[in-house]
């Protein structure tokens, strides 16, 4: 915990989940002062849903509120609908277009809870932001630092996701399940009467809902993503394609080819609306260079470091070499070939359990 | 099934529908085009608006027909705002109004217009000092309503109309749509007021906006000449003839109608203040039409959703914000962020029976005991 907390106000972000619920009962015991907001991303017209669908989020609005008036904290909703809009779903939208694989739940960390939300925090006069994430800030003595630690629950760690917080913002950001496994927070839900103790965990993309997200971008841009020729690691047609925007590097299931095999799509060529797809091995690569850097200790190291790291959200860690370029950008060496690797994508680098860095995949080579 | 969401809509009476449905066959023309069908459908317009207008005891030429009492509002809120926005930018309205005020007040207040609202007696009432002081020369429109949606206050429109007498630039706009045929009030000193009769057994889709002659207002649509200039479209001869018929009614029938509420009022006020947890937000000589209450510790919107298991439909803030916060109105009278979460909302009508309102008290007395000791 930190330093000294003499002022113990929080603003917390509650989805209406089993998470952040517990994060705001755990925080309420520690004797701080909490206030509760969600903030409205998205409507259901904008995703392609009829308005009188209950709205997932409307619903989630209704526990959330639920869960503030039992715990007897103020709450309100913020509606941030235009900058997700802005900031979030046009880049995603956007990246896709461009061939990549985009992590959305990563801008709308950044943008919306640990910027906007402490906007509003401050106004209200709040010292710190909470949130249900499984991960943990630590304030490192000896260093004069903030660290960024896994979740002790290694099947729900969401340091991944966080990889952008800045010193500034780690000081006033608080993960009050980071030491807990989601079996206990679902107990002290239970234990409390809390309604959504039995909630799913989300899924997917909140506003891709069913998880089509080739769907999600026609409906969305209003865009018929043309037909195009799947392609062997010669140049050889052996398909068609529906639209490269709907493959993610990596993918062996729904292509609808037959060449004796199993094949995995490797890569894509949007100018030329092509689709590469070769056997596991083509999907290898042992090098990357990742931009939109952010270094969790302020600054990029002064020379090449050994870290671990992760190319995905769930992955096992693997060992690399890091060379620095610059504050912003990183170039990283695997000691072993990696599995389909994605430009879009997060990699994030970590020392045991801390986070050292994290960036956009920007170019994998091979 | 015991309905008693009368405040948000009302079955449709059906004569009303007859109405309708006989002037929908009868006219094929529009009433703005010169020919036989046009002008037979034109005066039949007229002899509505006739109609209409005698039953309020105003002009013909002061009726405006709109598509209910949300466009009603937005008309002469932004319409006189703008008209009026060489002489000043200062609105003056109260923490009752329906959203298609407060929404019209806001998006003003983005526009550069200053609004401040008023503050509230005990009794719900507006705070006449209290407009005395926050009158300018500069203040353009007081927007206030007739009878509040969320707890039946009533405001003094004689006394608010005198008040402004002393300010010739300021306008007198009320929402009168839970008052109309309910609640009598005098039209003098008021300058715009609007209403919809499907809050009195007429049809969606139907509202009406008084404006008194010589106030101006900068209309929100433009194109298509009407039977006014202040709303465009081709007149909506059905709805107008459904509008009429209902407002007859209403007027017809209103003492009697009101005898009726009043008794199904007393006996739930009486039966639901035994309860220790039960608070009644709704002022004492307020619309009886509308008991708000509150139970304490429970969430307006639980109470809701678990008496609509029991097939009882009341409703909790008006229909359709889901938005968690407090009823701005009860927080506004009763200064209580928790009781006006806890709040929800009866509203009545001449339809309500004695015996649904003991099924009524059978399936809250139900609900009260299965929320309050969890």
């Known amino acids: 915990m930190r330093e000294s907390m003499s002022d113990k106000t929080a603003l917390i972000a509650m989805s209406g989940g089993v998470d952040s619920s517990v994060t705001a009962l755990l925080l309420q015991e520690q004797g701080f002062t909490c206030e509760g907001a969600t903030m409205r991303l998205y409507r259901n017209e904008d995703i392609g849903v009829c308005q009188y669908h209950t709205c997932c989020s409307a619903?989630?609005?209704?526990?959330?509120?639920?869960?503030?008036?039992?715990?007897h904290i103020l709450y309100k909703v913020l509606d941030y609908t235009a900058a997700f809009k802005n900031e979030v779903i046009a880049k995603f939208v956007r990246i896709y277009e461009q061939g990549g694989t985009p992590n959305p739940c990563i801008d709308c960390n950044r943008f919306m809870k640990f910027r906007n939300l402490w906007e509003v925090a401050q106004k209200s006069q709040l010292n710190y932001v909470a949130t249900g994430h499984y991960a943990r800030i630590e304030f490192d003595r000896e260093q004069g630092l903030y660290v960024l630690k896994k979740g002790i629950d290694a099947s729900k760690d969401q340091s991944?996701?966080?990889?952008?917080?800045?010193q500034e913002q780690m000081a006033h950001t608080l993960f009050p399940l980071g030491g807990l496994t989601k079996k206990e927070v679902r107990e002290i839900a239970a234990q409390h009467g809390l309604v959504n103790a039995h909630k799913h965990d989300s899924q997917d993309i909140c506003f891709?809902?069913?998880?089509?997200?080739?769907?999600?971008?026609?409906?969305?841009?209003?865009?018929?993503?043309a037909k195009g020729d799947f392609l062997d690691i010669h140049g050889k047609i052996v398909g068609q394609h529906k639209g490269a925007v709907r493959y993610t590097i990596g993918q062996r299931k729904k292509l609808g080819i037959a060449l004796g095999k199993p094949v995995y799509v490797c890569g894509k060529d949007m100018v030329k609306n092509t689709v590469r797809v070769g056997d596991e091995e083509s999907l290898l690569s042992e090098v990357l260079v990742a931009t939109e850097v952010n270094w969790l200790a302020g600054k990029a190291p002064t020379r090449a470091e050994e870290v671990w790291a992760r190319t995905r959200y769930k992955?096992?860690?693997?060992?690399?070499?890091?060379?620095?370029?610059?504050?912003?950008?990183?170039?990283?060496?695997?000691?072993?070939?990696?599995?389909?690797?994605a430009p879009g994508q997060a990699v994030v680098l970590y020392r045991g359990d801390v986070v050292v860095a994290g960036g956009t995949i920007a170019q994998v080579l091979r | 099934m015991v309905y008693l969401d009368y405040a948000a809509?009302?079955?449709?009476?059906?004569?009303?529908?007859?109405?309708?449905?006989?002037?929908?066959?009868?006219?094929q023309g529009n009433a703005n085009s010169r020919h036989e069908e046009g002008w037979a459908a034109k005066a039949e317009m007229e002899r509505l608006t006739v109609a209409v207008a005698a039953l309020l005891g105003v002009k013909p030429s002061e009726i405006i027909f709109t598509s209910g009492a949300t466009e009603a509002n937005n008309t002469a809120i932004k319409g006189i705002a703008k008209a009026m926005q060489g002489v000043g930018k200062h609105i003056l309205s109260t923490p009752l109004e329906h959203s298609s005020v407060t929404g019209c007040l806001q998006a003003l207040q983005k526009q550069g217009y200053e609004v401040e609202y008023l503050s509230l007696q005990a009794d719900g009432k507006i705070n006449l000092h209290d407009l005395e002081t926050k009158l300018r020369n500069d203040t353009v429109l007081v927007a206030v309503c007739a009878v509040d949606s969320e707890l039946g206050t009533i405001q003094p429109l004689a006394e608010i109309a005198a008040v402004l007498q002393n300010y010739p630039n300021c306008h007198l706009h009320v929402d009168a749509t839970q008052?109309?045929?309910?609640?009598?009030?005098?039209?003098?000193?008021i300058d715009t007021m609007s209403f919809a009769p499907h809050k009195f057994y007429g049809l969606c889709g139907s509202g009406i906006l008084f404006k008194r002659k010589n106030v101006e207002l900068v209309p929100l649509l433009e194109?298509?000449?009407?039977?006014?200039?202040?709303?465009?479209?081709?007149?909506?001869l059905a709805l107008a003839a459904g509008t009429e018929t209902a407002l007859r009614l209403a007027v017809e029938s209103r003492h009697n109608w009101w005898e009726i509420v009043v008794q199904r009022h007393t006996l739930l006020r009486q039966q639901l203040s035994h309860y220790p947890k039960v608070h009644i937000n709704s002022p004492i000589h307020g619309s009886p039409y509308i008991l708000n209450l509150s139970v304490a510790g429970v969430r307006g919107q639980n109470f809701q959703s678990l008496l609509n298991e029991f097939g009882i439909c009341v409703s909790v803030k008006s229909a359709c914000s889901s938005d968690g916060q407090p009823s701005q109105a009860v927080l506004a009278l009763t200064h209580d962020y928790w009781n006006a979460l806890s709040s929800w909302r009866l509203s009545l009508s001449h339809l309500t029976t004695e015996a649904q309102v003991q099924e009524f008290l059978v399936a809250f007395a139900k609900c009260y005991k299965k929320l309050t000791t969890q």
């Open chain 1, 59 to 71: 619903r989630d609005i209704d526990d959330a509120a639920d869960v503030a008036f039992k715990l």
């Open chain 2, 179 to 189: 008052a109309v045929g309910k609640v009598a009030f005098p039209l003098q000193g």
């Open chain 2, 223 to 236: 194109g298509g000449a009407s039977t006014t200039s202040y709303r465009s479209g081709t007149p909506a």
């Open chain 1, 208 to 225: 891709v809902p069913g998880g089509d997200y080739g769907k999600f971008l026609e409906e969305y841009t209003g865009k018929t993503y």
């Open chain 1, 160 to 166: 991944y996701v966080l990889y952008m917080l800045t």
């Open chain 2, 9 to 27: 809509n009302t079955p449709v009476n059906e004569e009303v529908l007859s109405a309708f449905c006989q002037v929908a066959r009868q006219y």
């Open chain 1, 315 to 341: 992955q096992q860690e693997q060992a690399a070499v890091v060379y620095p370029i610059g504050n912003d950008s990183f170039r990283l060496e695997f000691a072993k070939p990696q599995r389909a690797v």
